[in-house]
């Protein structure tokens, strides 16, 4: 009791913002240390619970963001709980007000130690003379007992030698209740290491091996920042993780939530903004296809089994639960199997495989394929062509297969399987059963199985032979359904006016069904559409490679009488603008399903310009080639005027302005000038559209002058823009959601097409809670009597963009 007392008085008079607690002082409730630099803080906090807790938080950072906490199991439950040195023990304990532990550092050996607060924000045991920083042999660290969060420089996983393990429990609940939750992201060592997390005993997520760049199964690890670099040490002594940062200025934590979501936040511009985050989608959960099943987060369903496999349970599966997994179509014979070779794969489970890191792959493929026992095997490190040899025995489990940046895996299987395979060697492995059952009724008796054949055809214009001279070297054999003539002209009765749909630029679209009861949507494009067969196929070539959830799918083509047919799926609920225009329907479109389009339409888009095999320009988009399925999901369509571009090529010029007035960003529409920025434009153009529910062609306020674009910017800059929410959406939106929205569709239909963000930014921007997001500048086209290029604009192609909005082809006088 004296010395309590004594303390009191003491710490009083020193200054609260050393970062140093010695063996004379006591920190209570009320006080802090201040790392050195002023970065970080410990001291208590209370929690929802009124408990107190002494943690490390960011100084000057509010929402106050914790990023340790010493006592969460064990809250002190009054403000008179103090921090203090163990008598002759060398340890600091966290006493509450009756004397009893909460919590101690446990260390006993220590003459004359010093807690210390570093601006890494470790919290360290030392002696007092040893004076350095970059000490690590520290009596005792707080980066050895992390909480829920990894600071860069800590580490996560094993020290073999002590066989201690340090990984993430999530709070109870994140920012409220920092008592340990349900939640663990944890490297497992066994095999080739790897991270898990899980939900008590139960895996949630597997990141995959450690490839020497990234984990296998987080495709985008090594692109999202240069500011960034993480390290992943295995040897026989250790196995962790860990991240740090080139810049130091920079701010970045990673986090297990109290939702069991492993996020990455940097601190930019006084927000924390989320990177990246796992689980991301479907595939992300732990076997969602079962073992020997892949899945592919663009393709709908999920699930498909490898080549040479199929459903375990087919019942089951149909009902698009894959994770009975698939079984072998041919039994192995072991000296005579040969390999599959997978590509952009995110590896199987490898708690359970050998691992040889010295051997080359055609060693392991020798030692895989003499043991009979040996499913698959793969290259460790992805760097450099490859090194070290994987081995699997037994099932392969939990596989992903990427649009890119996955990795080769070699499976074994019976030669006869390999054979059958052999036609399509290069096109995706994976059989895809909701394809083939889609397909499958369609092909029945009805369709002939087309082979469209590669060959190389001069340039003339428009895409297709863009796609041969760009990729043609690449392109194999692809297959897809024939279907005739008679059964499409059957299905859509004669192509009659009652079942047409509408009319774009390159001919009309009509409803079918199929004698099975499908129903499709053909496109007859019409003879003076400009397109050659050799083109024709090449279109079809490649909007049947583009396969993502928000594009709309090909089913198949017909090439019969001068007659060039595209043959896709029917959406129920039929264009956005059918919806968004219309007095009686738009209020199907509350603001959850809007923000969902506009997420859905960005997420499709940034697989054109990045994620698929090309860089693919749109130049067509608006409401109208946007189509909506049953769940009202966007699904991006008509493909007759995109461009192919190189990968790395960015910007084209065209005298031949194809596209749509008042979607047009102003570089194209005036100097046809196109890019990746001009699909942004439109894109921006629309999500103005669904936030305000008008027509950017049409709207015309009080003094008539302004554009949707240019009445959007003049709220915006008055700060009323939420006034222009659409009134059917009603009353159930978040007013930040909703702004946040208006923001990035100003950004994107800024004048200067530099200014404008990249899908990529975009799709990040839309899926972050609270982004950081630069002001936005005066869009293009805002004020109509100043349209430097009026004349551009001729009779007839206000005729063309009237009624159904018929894309227009303007012939640039030039
Ligand atoms: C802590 O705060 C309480 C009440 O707010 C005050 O009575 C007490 O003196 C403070 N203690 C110190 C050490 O500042
Ligand atoms: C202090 O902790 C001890 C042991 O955990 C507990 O029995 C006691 O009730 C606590 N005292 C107060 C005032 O919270
Ligand atoms: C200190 O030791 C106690 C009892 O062995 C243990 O429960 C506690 O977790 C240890 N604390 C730390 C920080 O290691
Ligand atoms: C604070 O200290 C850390 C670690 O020494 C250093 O990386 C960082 O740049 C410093 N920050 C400031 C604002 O001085
Ligand atoms: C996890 O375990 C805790 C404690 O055993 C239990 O309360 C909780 O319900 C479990 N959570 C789940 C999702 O099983
Ligand atoms: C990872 O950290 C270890 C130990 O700190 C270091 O030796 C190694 O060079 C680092 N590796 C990379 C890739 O930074
Ligand atoms: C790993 O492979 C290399 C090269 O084949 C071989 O020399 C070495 O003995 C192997 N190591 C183990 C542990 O099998
Ligand atoms: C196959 O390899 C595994 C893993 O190294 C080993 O346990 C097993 O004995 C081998 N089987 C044969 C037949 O060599």
Aim: charged share 20%; with cysteine.
């Amino acid at each position: 009791m004296i010395t309590i007392f004594f303390f009191f008085f003491i710490i009083i008079t020193p200054s609260t913002s050393s970062d140093t607690l010695t063996t004379t002082r006591i920190l209570t409730t009320n006080q802090t240390l201040f790392s050195q630099n002023q970065t970080f803080i410990l001291g208590f906090f209370r929690a929802s619970n009124t408990n107190y807790y002494l943690g490390i938080w960011y100084n000057n950072i509010i929402p106050q963001t914790i990023v340790w906490v010493a006592n969460r199991d064990n809250p002190i439950d009054n403000s008179k709980g103090y921090l203090k040195m163990g008598h002759n023990t060398g340890n600091f304990l966290l006493l509450n007000s009756s004397g009893n532990p909460a919590w101690s550092s446990n260390q006993t050996n220590a003459k004359n130690p010093i807690l210390k607060l570093l601006d890494t924000g470790n919290l360290v045991l030392q002696d007092s003379s040893d004076k350095t920083d970059e000490n690590s042999n520290y009596l005792w660290q707080s980066f050895d007992y992390p909480t829920d969060a990894l600071l860069p420089g800590m580490k996560m996983g094993w020290n073999l030698d002590t066989r201690t393990d340090k990984y993430l429990t999530s709070w109870k609940v994140t920012g409220e209740d920092p008592s340990s939750g349900d939640y663990t992201m944890k490297i497992d060592y066994h095999g080739l290491p790897e991270g898990f997390i899980r939900r008590n005993q139960t895996i949630i997520y597997r990141t995959g091996p450690w490839n020497g760049v990234r984990f296998s199964g987080v495709p985008n690890m090594k692109d999202d920042t240069n500011d960034l670099k993480y390290n992943f040490t295995y040897d026989d002594h250790a196995v962790w993780f860990s991240f740090s940062l080139t810049n130091p200025s920079l701010l970045s934590r990673i986090v297990l939530n109290s939702d069991g979501e492993y996020q990455r936040y940097m601190w930019i511009q006084g927000r924390w903004n989320k990177f990246s985050y796992a689980p991301a989608h479907e595939c992300d959960y732990y076997r969602e296809c079962g073992s020997y099943g892949v899945c592919d987060s663009n393709a709908s369903p999920v699930c498909s089994c490898m080549h040479g496999f199929s459903p375990e349970n087919r019942e089951a599966w149909n009902l698009r639960d894959g994770s009975d997994g698939c079984a072998r179509n041919t039994g192995l014979d072991c000296p005579n199997d040969r390999f599959l070779h997978l590509q952009n794969m995110k590896l199987p489970e490898t708690t359970r495989v050998f691992v040889n890191k010295s051997m080359r792959l055609d060693e392991c493929e020798g030692l895989c394929k003499r043991n009979c026992s040996c499913t698959a095997y793969a290259n460790i490190d992805i760097r450099d062509g490859g090194s070290g040899c994987v081995m699997w025995i037994g099932q392969l489990v939990d596989m992903i297969v990427f649009p890119t940046n996955g990795q080769d895996l070699y499976v074994r299987l019976a030669a006869a399987d390999i054979e059958s395979s052999s036609s399509n060697k290069n096109h995706t492995v994976v059989q895809g059963v909701g394809i083939t059952l889609s397909v499958l009724v369609l092909v029945l008796g009805l369709v002939a199985l087309c082979y469209i054949r590669k060959k190389r055809q001069q340039r003339s214009r428009g895409l297709m032979n863009e796609v041969v001279s760009s990729s043609g070297r690449n392109m194999d054999d692809l297959e897809l359904p024939l279907f005739d003539f008679d059964t499409l002209t059957m299905a859509t009765n004669n192509f009659s006016q009652d079942n047409k749909l509408g009319e774009g630029g390159f001919g009309s679209v009509y409803k079918g069904t199929l004698i099975e009861g499908q129903e499709i949507a053909v496109k007859r494009l019409s003879e003076d559409s400009g397109q050659g067969i050799e083109e024709f196929k090449n279109e079809v070539k490649l909007i049947a490679k583009l396969q993502h959830r928000n594009l709309v799918r090909l089913l198949g083509c017909c090439i019969e009488k001068d007659e060039k047919m595209l043959v896709y799926e029917y959406m129920e609920n039929r264009s956005l603008d059918s919806i968004l225009f219309d007095k009686s329907r738009r209020a199907l479109l509350d603001w959850e399903r809007r923000f969902n389009i506009i997420y859905g339409i960005a997420r499709g888009l940034l697989y054109l310009h990045q994620d698929s095999r090309f860089r693919i320009i749109h130049r067509d988009l608006k409401t109208s080639n946007i189509l909506l399925d049953n769940d009202m999901n966007p699904k991006i369509s008509d493909f007759g005027m995109a461009r192919i571009f190189e990968k790395d090529q960015t910007q084209a010029k065209t005298l031949r302005i194809v596209g749509t007035y008042g979607y047009m960003s102003p570089e194209y529409a005036m100097d046809g000038n196109f890019s990746i920025k001009s699909d942004v434009f439109s894109f921006g153009v629309m999500a103005l559209e669904i936030i305000t529910g008008k027509k950017n062609k049409e709207f015309y306020s009080d003094n008539d002058e302004l554009n949707l674009l240019g009445n959007v910017w003049r709220h915006w800059q008055e700060g009323t823009a939420l006034t222009l929410i659409d009134p059917s959406i009603g009353n159930s939106y978040t007013e930040s959601e909703v702004v946040k929205c208006i923001h990035i569709g100003l950004l994107c239909v800024q004048e200067r097409a530099e200014d404008r963000p990249t899908i990529s930014s975009v799709v990040l921007m839309l899926s972050s809670e609270a982004p950081s997001m630069p002001k936005p500048k005066n869009p293009g086209f805002s004020v109509r009597q100043n349209h430097p290029n009026t004349r551009l604009f001729s009779s007839t192609q206000d005729e063309s963009w009237s009624v159904n909005q018929v894309s227009t082809t303007i012939f640039d006088p030039r």
